[in-house]
Nanobody, 121 residues
Framework: QVQLVESGGGLVQAGGSLRLSCAAS????????MGWYRQAPGIQRDLVAT???????NYADSVKGRFTISRDNAKTTVYLQMNSLKPEDTAVYYC???????????????WGKGTLVTVSS
């Protein structure tokens, strides 16, 4: 059974930094694109950043220059370094990974349960 477990969320003051981690476990044959999404109360879940297996990255305009996504393919882990945090970054952050699991020919999307990031003003 595949699991994605996020960690690193918490409370931080505006201007501060946090680093999120998401580790995938299970019978994973290959990890394709991985990424981070966030959802604030009453708002739809939005893309924050994605990274392909080859390291190509994509960011939401609102986080460009402040957030950095990276991955460790050997550990099937994706990270999100968040700097210069703003109160509007407050949300539950979810990890998503497209994984090819044992016995499958195609990748499927898996989601973590989320980690809360709160930025105080």
């Amino acid at each position: 059974q595949v699991q994605l477990v996020e960690s690193g969320g918490g409370l931080v003051q505006a201007g501060g930094s946090l680093r999120l981690s998401c580790a995938a476990s299970g019978s994973i044959f290959r990890s394709n694109a991985m990424g981070w999404y966030r959802q604030a109360p009453g708002i739809q879940r939005d893309l924050v950043a994605t990274i392909t297996s080859g390291g190509r990255t994509n960011y939401a305009d609102s986080v460009k220059g402040r957030f950095t996504i990276s991955r460790d393919n050997a550990k099937t882990t994706v990270y999100l370094q968040m700097n210069s945090l703003k109160p509007e970054d407050t949300a539950v952050y979810y990890c998503k990974a497209n994984l090819v699991v044992g016995g499958s020919a195609y990748g499927m999307d898996y989601w973590g349960k989320g980690t809360l990031v709160t930025v105080s003003s």
